[in-house]
């Protein structure tokens, strides 16, 4: 296994458990356990883990945001199941509002291939606008605003004017923290107020969310979607106490059709 994907295995078993030990890890990625040290003092010099007695824990805080292009590379396969399973709730002729979010960037490759037809995105990801470049299936407009390179999308003032001023027919964003206690929440307020901006300028909201959100909370809270796709079910998860949100499970999706 190569270093790179070494470390991206770890950042995912952190992710999911918020710490583990390195005799833990040695077992999982069948490395040595002076290999695992070295790579969880990379990690930690990286500010990506917290080193601990034994081992590491993830470093979650409720105010730091994680950029996109480190995002992209978490939990690629279960992005990919999540994307399409939002992609399948699409119309032809949809108009569609998308944010940023990595899971989010996954169904790209789907509105370029795929069969709907007819769409109208509507973005604040300049990634997803660059993406989308030749795509026969869709027309691109992006929501005007302040430009956050460091994240790769546009926001502010402007934007949220921009998101209140439209309606589109369904609306797919990403999520840092679902909580039973204190609902959906992201780092920063301007992310905040984007999403929820889009909840509210869509006739059908969707949050786009790996496992990994779950249980955990942040320093914005925005409001509550109309459903939430995510990979798995967690057995421990209170998903009745989200009275007004469905939860759609990739996993059970793709066993049903097997």
């Known amino acids: 296994m190569f270093l790179e994907e070494r470390h991206n295995k770890i950042l995912e078993i952190l992710n999911k458990h918020q710490s583990v030990k390195v005799k833990t890890l040695s077992e999982m990625l069948s490395t040595s356990e002076v290999t695992i040290r070295r790579d969880l003092e990379e990690l930690q010099r990286q500010q990506k ?22 995002l992209s590379l978490l939990n690629v396969d279960v992005k990919k199941r999540i994307a399409q399973v939002a992609y399948d709730q699409l119309c032809d002729h949809d108009t569609v509002l998308l944010d940023s979010s990595s899971t989010v960037h996954e169904m790209l490759p789907l509105f370029i291939s795929g069969p709907k037809t007819g769409l109208r995105v509507i973005t604040t990801s300049l990634r997803l606008v660059v993406a989308l470049e ?17 994240h790769g999308t546009t926001e502010g003032s402007m934007a949220l004017r921009y998101i ?16 039973s206690d204190f609902g959906f929440s992201t780092p920063r307020y301007e992310d905040a107020d984007i999403k929820a901006a889009m909840v509210h300028a869509s006739n059908y909201s969707y949050i786009l969310s790996d496992h990994s959100k779950f249980g955990k909370t942040y ?11 995510t990979d798995t079910r967690l057995g421990d998860f209170p998903y009745d106490d989200f009275e007004n949100t469905d939860f759609i499970f990739a996993d059970e999706i793709a066993g049903s059709e097997s």
């Open 49 to 70: 883990v917290v080193r601990t007695h034994g081992g590491a824990m993830s470093a979650y805080m409720v105010g730091k945001a994680v950029v996109a292009k480190q």
């Open 134 to 150: 030749n795509c026969a299936n869709c027309t691109v407009q992006v929501v005007g605003g302040d430009i956050n390179y460091l």
């Open 164 to 179: 209140r001023d439209i309606r589109v027919d369904k609306c797919f964003f990403g999520i840092n923290g679902i909580s």
């Open 219 to 229: 320093l914005a809270k925005t409001t509550s979607p109309d459903c939430v796709i």
